[in-house]
Every structure is written in C-alpha cells, then in structure tokens.
C-alpha cells in the first residue's frame, strides 16, 4: 500500500512567552484534522506541540506536495491563531508569512517533511521534532544514524545496510541540491554537512533499492522572511528497522547533545537537549534548545503509537551533559561561540545596530 506521511508545523503562537503552547490552540488542530478524517482527506492523524510549535502528523493517500493537504495545513493553523489571538498568546500567528493560501505551503512559513512509500509488513517510523533551533541541526545525527559504523553497527553487520545510503543535501541559500554516496563520498560529503547554517540533509536514500528513509524540513524561515521572525524548528522523519537502521540506532547520536544554532533570540549556539514531549517547553534563557522522538508502527496507513522515545533514564546523562554545555557556554555572554558570528547575525538586530553606527566608523 502506497502511503503518504507529512509532518507539517509552524509557530503560531506560544504560551507563556515561546515556551510551550496552549491546550486550547492544540485541541482546535485536533479539531480540524479529526472533521479531515471523517471526510476521507486523511487516513490518519497525530497532532502534538514541540515547545512553541504545533506540529500536524498526517497520513494520507494523495503523494507529497499535494494542494489538498497543504491547504488543510495552512487552514488549520489559520484557525489555530485564532484562537491564539482570543488568549493573546504571544507571537500569535508568527509563521503566517503570507495573507493567502496559493496551493503550497512551501516558502509560506510553515515547515514541512513529506515521504511516500510503499508501507512494509512492519512500518516503523520515527518523527523528531525541535524547538529553538533550525533546519541544519539534523545534519550531524542523520550521518551518524546513516554513515557512521560506531554509531550504527547494521552498516557493518547487516547485509540488508551494508552497500550504505545516499544523502541529498541543500544549499538553503543559494537554493541548490547535490546528491552524495556513502560512505564512498563521506570526506566530500562532510565538508558541506558540517556547515549546518548553510547546507542541510534534506533526505537519505537506501542507496542499493533506493527506497526513501528519511526526510526532514530545510525551510529557513528567516530567508523567507527577510528579517527574524522565529527560528525554523525543524522536523525529521525516519524509517527504521529492516533495510533501515534500528530504532536504537536512530535515537543514538542524541546521547550526545550536540551544539546548535538557536536558543535566545535565535542568536546563540547551544546543545540540543533529547527529552520527553511534556518536557518539551524550553524556558532557561528559551532553552536550551530541545528535540523529541514520536515513535509509531504504521498499520495500514493508521498510526499506531506515539512512543515518547525519549522518555527513558537512557537519555537522563545527555540531559545532564547538556545542562552542563548550557552553563558553560551561558557564562560567555554575549560572545561568541555562545552568541552566532556576525554572518549568522543577519537576520536580527545586527543590521539596525549597524546602519545606525555606520557613518560612526573611520578609516583607521
Ligand atoms: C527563539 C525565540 C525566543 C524569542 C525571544 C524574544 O527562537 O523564539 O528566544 O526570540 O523570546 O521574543 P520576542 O521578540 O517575540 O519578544
Ligand atoms: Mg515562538
Ligand atoms: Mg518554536
């Protein structure tokens, strides 16, 4: 059975300050995909929050980028900042960039991971989810998840993995894609990957049947936007087991609360801390930035689950790893590698700052 997951979410609205997100808000997205449902739109659905961000899981029949479900999207988070706008949640409707629907949520604010595929006798999938950081953040686990054998031993042991995967990456700026193998192409590729703010794994492909494994969103809100409104908070969908890697595996590289962009005011460097949805409301300086794991077995299209994958003590020494990186990096203040470089800086106060001090500067 042909099936279609899209995991689409946007900020539209947070409670208290961007922390967290109100019941009323997720209740009336629940509200709009469950009428989806009963129409015969969708096949399944799951709606969550991941701090901030109201996160609308679907499954359905009708491919990727399809004009029916975007709008059902875009509708539902129209509706959702209404009721944000009755509670003045704050940054109500942040990620609307655009007054009107034009047949694809794309470039609109929303971010959005979509795959279709054939559904396996067992379907296991995974849907990270982040708040207070951006779309490159998933660089570094994907090619762990993918690439690395001391992260994923089926590479080296399972014959179903061995011939390895292949990576599509994004150049988010310059809006340009490139496909690497691995792990013939590893040194190549991680030139690219390892600059996240940049150049993004949109999906990886198991390389031999070339069936889709993972997808993730690399829209920069930011870049559509022109000026700050909220970073990206990406989502990532995985499949896993069988040809694709275990879901321990997959849940691995977040043992290691790697450094990313994000945090206050987008402008800081901080780990990204693996935790449990209800522990998903980052508030110490907006953070630290936070990552969630829904697991679910797909029956059919239904989705069977969620799993809180990392609701487990497994996980508690990266929490406590990050909250020592989070200290550490805090008592650097305004300086840099805590606060981005000045690039990175673009797209906030920074250019008032500097259009304002700018006839100020003599030539030395
Ligand atoms: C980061 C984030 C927050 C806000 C900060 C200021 O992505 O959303 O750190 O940038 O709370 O928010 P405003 O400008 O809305 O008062
Ligand atoms: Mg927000
Ligand atoms: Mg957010």
Request: net charge negative.
């Amino acid at each position: 059975m042909e099936i279609t997951i899209s995991v689409i979410k946007a900020d539209i609205g947070g409670y208290v300050g961007h922390s967290s997100s109100h019941p009323d808000v997720v209740e009336k997205g629940r509200q709009k995909l469950i009428s989806a449902q009963s129409e015969g739109l969708l096949t399944d659905h799951h709606v969550t929050v991941c701090g901030d961000d109201l996160q609308l899981i679907m499954t359905h029949q009708k491919g990727t980028d399809n004009e029916q479900i975007h709008k059902l999207a875009w509708d539902t988070f129209v509706e959702c900042t209404a009721v944000a706008k009755s509670l003045k949640l704050h940054g109500a409707g942040q990620d609307l960039l655009s007054e009107a629907f034009s047949g694809n949520v794309r470039g609109m604010g929303p971010g959005i991971a979509e795959m279709q595929f054939s559904e396996r006798e067992a379907e296991t999938i995974i849907i990270f989810m982040a708040d207070k950081t951006s779309s490159g953040a998933w660089n570094l686990p994907l090619y762990k998840m993918f690439a690395d054998p001391f992260n994923t031993i089926g590479l080296v042991i399972a014959s179903n993995m061995h011939s390895g995967f292949a990576f599509e990456v994004h150049d988010v700026k310059e809006s340009k894609k490139i496909r690497f193998n691995a792990p013939e192409e590893i040194y190549d590729m991680l030139v690219y990957l390892g600059a996240p703010s940049r150049y993004a794994v949109k999906a990886v492909y198991h390389k031999e049947s070339g069936e889709i494994a993972a997808v993730s969103s690399t829209e920069k809100l930011s870049l559509m936007a022109g000026r700050y409104v909220g970073k990206d908070d990406p989502v990532c969908v995985v499949r896993s087991q069988g040809k694709f890697p275990a879901v321990g595996e997959i849940l691995e590289p977040f043992s290691f609360p790697h450094i990313v962009e994000g945090w206050m005011r987008g402008s800081h460097n901080g780990p990204l801390m693996p935790v449990a949805c209800g522990q998903s409301n980052p508030c110490r300086f907006d953070g630290p930035p936070r990552v969630v794991a829904a697991g679910f077995q797909l029956a059919n299209g239904k989705l069977v689950g969620p799993r809180d994958l990392f609701d487990d003590p497994a996980f508690d020494e990266a929490r406590h790893q990050a909250n020592i990186l989070a200290d550490f990096l805090r008592r650097m203040g305004p300086f840099e590698p805590h606060r981005l470089p000045l690039e990175e800086m673009e797209y906030t106060t920074m250019p008032e700052v500097a259009r304002k001090l700018e006839s100020r500067f003599e030539d030395i």
